[in-house]
């Protein structure tokens, strides 16, 4: 299970706090090395990612990834992060769009970030991605069963 | 070619150059994201006519670092 | 806690017309399933509703070839002898009266005379200075005994369910012992009216005692109705191992054991340095809970595992619990649902449910009860309504208003019909264990005293405190009202001694009259 928030703003750890702050877990947040948020000793997940003017957090019981992305066509970048198959599929704007942001999210979720090669990412057999839109933008949850 | 690289930053991402040094960190001053990172590599293979492997691309932390990376292997 | 909930329908089951229909019914339809559990010293007995149904058969048997329509007392600490007994007395025409087995000789003698006991079964671990009083006494040691006495099985007594049954002693508000009257209809209607609430999941450990209402008719006969397995505790000393080894999804307990529970699982924590850790994890538990992730399992599976790691249902009644205690216990995972009883109600009157529930209220009336609020007091009608106080009729008289009950317990009932109490209509104090305390007999026994001018007598922090204006040559004489306090814990049962004497130099405030306000007087400490 998880839960996404999303707010227009930069300032992600400011954003992190706040929807902690509540129940007074603030001072509780570690960073690691890459920045990633994390409850020291605790079970709970968390993901971060921005785009333009929006920074969205995914919280879980168990490992998450989540990426957002605005509405892009870059055709450029497809035979660098997409296999022939994917390719074939995206036609406009919103597929593009759509398929960055599912493959960001896999790669999110392994906490590898790109040197995992996205082109490696599966978009077509593998079911845990959960899409959605929002305003102008695409968000995608990485999460598995 | 420090200033080719600094130039072909500007040109893909569309951004100023005039602050940008070969110490410049790509993440945390230039606030580049994966896809402007990609959108990098992807212009770098372009013009240099090269294949920049994946698990590389986490090596380009700074503008000095794509230098040395280019240096060696162009 | 949030309380956006809405209301679901009852539960559907049969209404039983007396308990014989229950044990039959259980008997036709799950004769193999297990009924009642309980440990043989290591050895884990099992009961089934065919055992029940036989052994109830064979022992009213026996009663009814030994008495008839007799009052007929029971004693001893909660045994599946104890059950069988019961039923059996009933069942054969008798009038069943079950004893505290905690209480001393001298008002034992009382209340047997009092409800004209003609005899008592009781359990020799327990109550073995029975011998020495004046009645026939038989162990429930020996029951296998008895039901092989009357080989020809005649009992005949056909059953009215509006009969006396049972007389359930309660402290009443006087603070002498009252008998209550309950007939199987009393019986068997809240049973109904209760199990059409709340419908008790897995197994069962019962830990209250069966000479009251609660622990009998409520933690064992409700389960008993729904075909579930109660697993009978008969120590408070083993209450944690029976939690542990027999793992149950429900329990039915009175505040002080949530109030031990809860001690516990922090003296634990303490004892493993985990404290920190504990609150950490409530503050995380209740984050994630709001934002509708529950990984209360997942965060408190060691806390859990001490109660057998499945219970989901604590049933509190008999007593006030500080919603806080609820709340708590929601964040790790266990749901208490508070209710409201009193033994003339046979006894459950309202209880929270499992999807509808209030943050300090008991709860919603039970179903074929009504509630309703007359001069601030909660007062109830309906046929879980005790027949009356035996023998008794002026005391029986003075507690109904036209066809209501009048619970002495003060209260309001919200717009959604949920009840709240706020208050004693009389002052008795009721100690986190169920017990009822008559300040009032206490004071008299002080004023007995040449040093105690007068004394008020209230509880504060689940403690009994004394505070007495001295007479004048006793003014300040901490040392002779320590020792008065002293020389009267002696002979009291630990839950019923003073624990504190406080001395005031001035007069109690009272009023025109010249009578004490208690409130007042209380307060101004």
Redesign the interface.
């Known amino acids: 299970?998880?839960?996404l928030f999303i707010k227009k703003t930069k300032d992600s750890k400011s954003f992190l706090e706040s929807i902690?702050n509540?129940?007074?877990?603030k001072n509780?947040i570690c960073y690691n090395e890459y920045g990633k948020p994390y409850?020291k000793?605790?079970?709970?997940y968390f993901n971060i990612s921005?785009?333009k003017e929006y920074t969205v957090i995914a919280?879980?019981?168990q490992e998450i990834g989540v990426d957002i992305?605005h509405l892009?066509y870059?055709k450029?970048?497809l035979n660098?992060?997409a296999n022939e198959e994917e390719i074939k599929a995206i036609k406009n704007e919103h597929d593009w769009t759509k398929l960055?942001v599912k493959k960001?999210s896999y790669v999110k979720y392994l906490g590898m970030?790109?040197?995992?090669?996205?082109?490696?990412v599966d978009t077509i057999n593998n079911h845990n991605f959960r899409v959605k839109k929002y305003k102008k933008y695409y968000i995608c949850v990485y999460k598995e069963k | 070619m420090q200033e080719e690289v600094i130039n072909l930053i500007g040109s893909t991402l569309e951004i100023e150059t005039k602050d940008i040094t070969n110490k410049t960190n790509l993440v945390k001053d230039l606030d580049l994201e994966s896809l402007d990172l990609v959108d990098l590599v992807v212009a770098f293979e372009e013009k240099y006519n090269i294949k920049i492997l994946d698990q590389d691309i986490k090596n380009f932390q700074t503008v000095q670092d794509i230098v040395n990376y280019l240096e060696k292997n162009v | 806690m949030k309380t956006a909930n809405k209301n679901y329908p009852y539960y559907n089951h049969i209404y039983y017309q007396n308990l014989q229909e229950m044990i039959l019914e259980n008997y036709n339809n799950i004769p193999n399933k297990v009924a009642f559990s309980f440990f043989n010293g290591d050895e884990l007995v099992k009961k089934t509703y065919k055992d029940v149904y036989e052994d109830v058969f064979a022992l009213s048997n026996y009663f009814y070839n030994m008495y008839n329509n007799k009052h007929i007392g029971l004693i001893g600490e909660n045994s599946y002898n104890w059950i069988i007994t019961f039923f059996s007395i009933i069942l054969s025409g008798n009038v069943c009266v079950p004893y505290d087995k905690d209480i001393d000789n001298e008002l034992l003698t009382k209340q047997i005379k009092l409800s004209g006991t003609k005899a008592i079964y009781y359990s020799r671990t327990y109550n073995e200075g029975i011998n020495k009083l004046k009645i026939k006494s038989y162990p429930l040691e020996d029951i296998s005994s008895y039901m092989k006495l009357y080989s020809k099985k005649n009992n005949k007594y056909k059953i009215d369910n509006d009969k006396d049954a049972a007389i359930f002693w309660t402290s009443g508000t006087t603070g002498f012992n009252k008998g209550v009257l309950l007939s199987q209809k009393n019986i068997m209607s809240n049973i109904y009216g209760a199990c059409s609430l709340f419908k008790p999941s897995g197994r069962i450990v019962s830990l209250l005692p069966f000479n009251h209402t609660f622990g009998l008719i409520t933690s064992v006969l409700k389960p008993f109705n729904y075909g579930k397995e109660v697993f009978i505790n008969n120590s408070l000393r083993y209450v944690m191992r029976d939690l542990k080894e027999i793992a149950p999804e429900t329990i039915f307990v009175v505040p002080l054991f949530v109030e031990n529970f809860y001690k516990q699982i922090w003296k634990n924590a303490r004892k493993k340095n985990k404290e920190v850790l504990l609150r950490n994890n409530i503050k995380l538990s209740n984050f994630m809970l709001s934002i509708g992730i529950d990984m209360r399992k997942k965060l408190f599976k060691s806390i859990l595992k001490e109660f057998g790691g499945e219970l989901k249902y604590i049933i509190c009644g008999g007593a006030y619990l500080n919603q806080t205690y609820i709340d708590w216990f929601h964040s790790i995972g266990i749901e208490i649902l508070n209710g409201y009883g009193i033994t003339e109600c046979s006894p459950v009157v309202s209880v929270n449910r499992n999807f509808y529930k209030r943050s300090n209220s008991v709860g919603v009336p039970i179903r074929g009860l009504e509630v309703k609020i007359i001069d601030k007091e909660i007062c109830i009608k309906g046929p879980s309504v005790m027949k009356g106080y035996y023998n008794d009729k002026k005391s029986t008289k003075a507690v109904f208003i036209n066809d209501y009950f009048k619970t002495g317990d003060l209260g309001y009932i919200d717009k959604d019909g949920f009840i709240y109490i706020t208050g004693r209509k009389k002052n008795i104090i009721i100690l986190n264990n169920g017990e009822n305390i008559s300040p009032e007999e206490i004071e008299t026994e002080l004023l007995k005293d040449d040093g105690v001018r007068e004394v008020i007598v209230y509880e504060k922090d689940n403690k009994i405190i004394a505070k007495i204006f001295p007479e004048e040559e006793y003014l300040k004489d901490q040392d002779y009202f320590d020792k008065l306090m002293y020389d009267y814990n002696i002979n009291k049962p630990k839950n019923k001694q003073i624990t504190m004497v406080l001395l005031e130099d001035k007069e109690l405030p009272k009023n025109n009259n010249g009578k004490i306000i208690r409130t007042k007087a209380i307060g101004e400490e």
């Open positions: 299970m998880y839960k902690l509540k129940y007074h877990i509780d409850i000793g605790n079970p709970i921005h785009s919280i879980s019981d992305e892009t870059k450029k970048l660098k992060i960055w960001e970030g790109l040197s995992y090669g996205l082109k490696n």
